[in-house]
């Protein structure tokens, strides 16, 4: 069997002009896309209560920096040892965002930078920053 070319197959599979959509216009539809699962996701979490952090790999984290500050001696911990530690992690975390979040608002920007992080820390007094 051999293939004919007829005007409708070749109309069905060449791109035209209308149906390619501006870059502008599909930049703008993605932001907005972006923009509202970002506040759909803000708002979840916002409603949430449990933790944010997963607990196995919070619980190696917690492992590994005890070896790396005492090698060679094994720690056991109770779950609700754990869970506390972890608790008081994600509150701090938690605290030291919105806080950059504040001081990059400041500086009339929506991104948080490491310098942001770094004048909390030293408003709160936390001074194991490294000078540069």
Known sequence: MTRTCNK??????????SMTPKKRNS???RKRRNKNRAI?????Y??????LIQKLPFMRLVKNVLDELRPGIGYHWKATALMALQEMAENYLISLFEDSNIVA???KRVTIKVQDMEVVRRIRGLSDISNR
């Open 8 to 17: 409708a197959w070749r109309k069905c599979f060449t791109p035209r002009k």
């Open 27 to 29: 930049d703008s539809i």
């Open 40 to 44: 759909q996701e803000i708002k979840f």
């Open 46 to 51: 916002q409603k949430t209560t449990g933790l």
């Open 105 to 107: 608002s400041n500086s």
